[in-house]
């Protein structure tokens, strides 16, 4: 998906400006840098002009000043699993990679706070501090990076709990296009000096600066977590009992749902065990913690058949029911993974009519829909059977639009859509954006083929 | 404080333009408009060019649009409980009310969430919803409106649970200089479709947009709050036993630091009750909520000397040795209201070290310090004996600064701290919000006195 431009590689001379600025070992092209072009998925492909791999904030800054002086537009990498091609050269830029920008602090117990390079994996944060974890807590943390994370406001399976990636943002190193280094990360939990650019670097999908490193808060770690998966009749079965878990479960960590169809997949496919004997139609996996959690759960879903987990293999296989689901329509065919987000009273209407608007436009396709019940957001898997060629976007998109939605929950729009945009943001909105990227990034090269411009 | 300089009224065609916008009696000059010229404390005074009262955010686009043609320089004011002096019109600009934005939507259980218009108090949005509560608690919140906490970020006594202002925002409408208005109500709990403008306008205070309304988030009314006030030796003993607090009682809303003098200076002068028989040095106010609070926090405190209070009527007893704080410096002398915040490991240094750099400047100076300690916090009340020409300010800021700290935690920088504002934020930071505001407000006229241009 997506148009592979013609690549021209940069002049020589400006190649060997950057491997005097980073080494040459660092600055790749050819066969070397065409792993950089391709998402993790396979969904995007394309090839870089060159891909960049500096060690430090200094040698980014130099890298961007070159490339603004030069107008070669720049891709910014992290972790590459992002979900909407948004870190991948589609139209022969240069990769920026932030993975060297991989240095971890010690955590500050006081503050509960550690500081992070660009490159560092969610789960080194999760780990980086005995008794304490990460709020954000996505299934690809072990690959996915602080920059990518903050770049696209990685959400997950703990927003409702702790808020998205812009949440955890105590502070921030940044790089502009022009070179400026905009550095603040000392950690304050107040602080009104002016304009908060960490949040609005938050999911400005490189677009705006390039983020090098970030002060983020530490949560503590939770306590003999207790999972539970309820087996239900419906989606507006589902979205009562995650509502009535936000009110009376005060340790909740999570709240996701999922279908009798994805589970019937991977047990198929990849030997997932089904939770409970007898299947339901759809399912809820609540997990909490703290003193009373497994009581509190146990008079929360009462007489529903319920499936409960303590020890981390239990819960290991519990969560593998719903962390899997984003494999399931692999296992099907090419997935397009469409990313939703409507206002609470609208989630059911959501769940239980999307198939329906995708079968009006393709009667072929299959739809795995699962997600974060508490946030209003739904994954939206489809296997098309008729052309990809944006009808089942046009269907969901309009329809979640109707609901008063989001069109990208917590993906982001990258190249997968951008057409349908304007479905969530009015004409003065993105006009607004367009004006704000100007600010940051006058040269224009900072993932250009992102976001209006 | 600040200079007021030559007011010039604004043409006569100009006024009918706007009595033809909004009505002639929301098209205040002279002896009219002169209250809107002083904020709450006296210490900031000006004279409007004119005050605006705009009926509707449709009014709000044309005025600004009449202002920006006629270069008209604005400051938009709600409340007018700010402490920074942003609100005012020190510099003869018109003023921009948006008193009269005060509709309040019906609040939607399910999301937790209110709609508000930016003249609407945060006392009513937090009357709002049955078992509905709203985070934001600031000593001001009768008066304190939704559009003046949302441009200075506020902060206040329940930040280390719930954040600041800005993490109450699920959604925005504002006006540009140029009349375009922005909107995004619809309350998404996840919204990665751009830029977070609303997370920019936060703290922004006035120079960025106009905020017209807000969707808000609502949060559990805390059922039966215990509050708890214990007398300590010094700040070490307060720091120590508010960060034990926060990891030993989940229930927590608040941790607030006060000093005997300030204690001493109310009971004499406000007849404030004091808390404990005996009084000590300092003492720590903790309110924690929710099953369990009350053992959670005498479990905390041991054998501290503490008065407990569970009748609302007794908790406010307690509350009234810190929320009247404010006033202590205001018996004493004019107070300069100075607000800071440090790294979490660094509140013991700031707390104990701030009398001392104070007097350095001025012997005669008394300090009065208060504040929210789980957040870093400190408001630092100086009563100046030397005159107040900066001498105090560049004692406490520099002193902060040194510890890596904030000049402004909460208030914001206003016209009180233009001056120091490169102690917290570096060249290319500064230069960095000049680029973001000239994006937003090319006209230059929306509080054109604060914050860099």
């Given amino acids: 998906m997506g148009p592979v431009s013609q690549v021209t590689a940069p002049p020589a001379t400006l190649l060997r400006a950057f491997a005097q600025v980073m080494g040459e070992a660092h600055v790749l092209t050819g066969d070397a840098a065409a792993g950089f072009g391709v998402d993790w998925t396979g969904a ?96 690809s943390r072990a690959s996915a990076t602080v920059g990518g994370a903050i770049a696209t406001n990685a959400g997950g399976l703990r927003v409702l709990r702790y808020g998205p990636m812009r949440a955890q943002l105590r502070g921030i190193e940044a790089v502009l296009s022009d070179g400026t280094v905009v550095s603040h990360l000392a950690g304050l939990v107040k602080d009104n000096t002016g304009y908060d650019y960490p949040s609005l670097l938050a999911g400005s999908e490189g677009t705006l600066a390039v983020v090098t490193a970030a002060r983020l808060r530490l949560v503590p770690r939770a306590p003999d977590p207790v999972t539970a998966v309820a087996g239900l009749p419906d989606a507006a079965a589902v979205h009562e009992l995650a509502q009535r878990a936000m009110r009376e479960v005060p340790g909740l960590l999570s709240a996701e749902f999922f279908g009798q169809r994805g589970l019937a997949v991977l047990a198929e496919r990849a030997g997932v065990a089904p939770p409970l004997a007898v299947p339901a139609p759809v399912y809820l996996l609540l997990e909490a913690a703290g003193p009373g959690a497994a009581d509190d759960l146990a008079a929360l879903v009462g007489d529903v058949p319920v499936a409960v987990a303590v020890t981390a293999a239990d819960r290991a296989r519990l969560w593998a029911c719903r962390e899997r689901h984003p494999e399931v329509a692999g296992f099907l065919g090419t997935a397009l993974k469409l990313d939703v987000a409507v206002p609470a009273h609208r989630w059911v209407r959501l769940a239980t009519g999307v198939a329906e608007v995708v079968a009006a436009a393709d009667p072929g396709a299959e739809v795995i829909a699962y997600g974060h019940v508490a946030d209003g957001n739904l994954h939206v898997n489809v296997v098309p059977a008729a052309p990809a060629d944006g009808r089942h976007q046009d269907a969901v998109f309009s329809f979640v639009a109707g609901l008063g939605g989001s069109i990208s929950a917590e993906h982001g729009i990258g190249a997968l859509k951008a057409r349908w945009l304007p479905l969530s943001r009015s004409p003065a909105e993105l006009a607004l954006f367009a004006r704000i990227r100007r600010a940051f990034d006058p040269a224009g090269i900072l993932n250009p083929h992102v976001l209006p411009r």
Wanted: negative net charge.
């Fill in 44 to 139: 995007f492909t394309g090839s870089p002009a060159a891909v960049l791999r500096p060690g430090s904030t200094a040698e980014v800054a130099q890298a961007l000043r070159l490339c603004a002086d030069a107008g070669l537009a720049v891709v910014p990498q992290g972790g590459n699993t992002g979900l909407a091609g948004g870190g991948v050269p589609l139209h022969g830029e240069a990769v920026l990679s932030l993975a060297r920008l991989d240095g971890l602090g010690a955590p500050d117990p006081e503050a509960s706070q550690v500081t992070a390079g660009a490159g560092v994996t969610l789960q080194r944060v999760a780990d980086a501090g005995r008794g304490l974890d990460f709020g954000v807590h996505i299934a």
